[in-house]
């Protein structure tokens, strides 16, 4: 039997305290980008530039987990009867999009350098790297506490990379102050560049996987369905569907077969039996049609 999975739901005031978190990170993130595209110009650093272009990436991640946290709460409606909660993968495919041409344009400019390595101001880049272990490390800080939503989960372990990344320009700095080895810099913004790049391809597969309507790589299909025949009254189960909205609320089809006899109390219990079950596995909204033993089930295949 797989692993079971139990999704808890926030609660409007922690939705609300989601937000504001989110909120003071967008401002660090923002405001910080803005410094880096000028501190990268001024000591003409690749590595700041192509960190500058990451951290753009990062903004709009988290003005799009900003905007979604609140978007979420609009449930669903006559247009979009599973509610909005695809929007975040549309956002997610935009800011990957970014990062992808951000880093290729990176990428274009800093292979040339690393052959025909340019002076660098080094201090300047020390004092830019102390700035983004600055402000990244208070936007992860205040991004931590509480009954953190996976949008400002997933935004947070982002600006710790981010934090990590700064760790490595500034010791590249100072190794460049210290030799006068200007290939460094143009070798860390490639190294950035191609660590972005390794995580974009990593979200695209599991963005195209959503949009796909694939089986949620987690999920236990044989082990759920070996569950449910253990219930009283089930004989089999089949036409069963599972996909995923947004890569962490799931939905699922199924039917089962019972007796062609059993009452309404008893098909009421195997129903309710069966969602539980299903529930169980990771599912947010299961489906749970009831069959009849020789029923010919149309539309099957």
Not at 10 to 33: H, Q, W
Not at 92 to 118: D, H, N, Q
Not at 189 to 210: C, D, E, P, Q
């Amino acid at each position: 039997m797989g692993h079971h999975h139990h999704h808890s739901k926030e609660k409007p005031e922690e939705a609300g305290k989601v937000r504001m978190r989110l909120k003071v990170a967008f401002a660090l993130n923002f405001f910080f980008t803005i410094i880096e595209f000028v501190g990268g110009a001024l000591t003409n650093s690749m590595a700041i530039l192509s960190d500058a272009v990451h951290d753009l990436g990062d903004t709009v991640a988290i003005g799009s987990a900003l905007w979604l946290e609140k978007v979420a709460e609009k449930g669903r409606d006559n247009r979009y009867t599973y509610g909005y909660r695809r929007f975040s993968t549309l956002g997610a495919l935009l800011t990957s999009l970014i990062l992808f041409a951000g880093s290729i344009i990176i990428l274009r400019e800093a292979i040339p350098r690393l052959f025909e390595p340019e002076e660098v101001m080094a201090k300047g880049m020390m004092w830019m790297a102390l700035l983004g272990i600055l402000f990244n490390g208070l936007a992860v800080l205040r991004l931590k506490g509480g009954n953190a939503s996976l949008n400002n989960r997933a935004v947070m372990l982002h600006l710790m990379e981010d934090v990590l990344g700064w760790v490595a320009v500034l010791i590249g700095s100072i190794i460049i102050h210290y030799t006068g080895w200007f290939w460094i810099d143009p070798l860390l913004s490639i190294g950035v560049a191609i660590y972005i790049l390794f995580h974009v391809f990593g979200n695209m597969r599991k963005i195209l996987g959503v949009f796909l309507q694939t089986t949620p790589s987690d999920f236990d299909k044989s082990g759920m369905e070996e569950e449910l025949l253990t219930v009283d009254g089930i004989h089999e189960v089949h036409d069963t569907h599972i996909w995923s909205l947004d890569g962490n609320y799931h939905v699922l089809s199924i039917h089962v077969v019972v007796d062609g006899d059993a009452s309404g109390l008893a098909q009421q219990g195997i129903r309710k039996e069966a969602d539980r079950i299903i529930r169980n596995y990771g599912i947010d909204h299961p489906t749970v049609a009831i069959e009849f033993k020789g029923e010919v089930c149309p539309g099957c295949e």
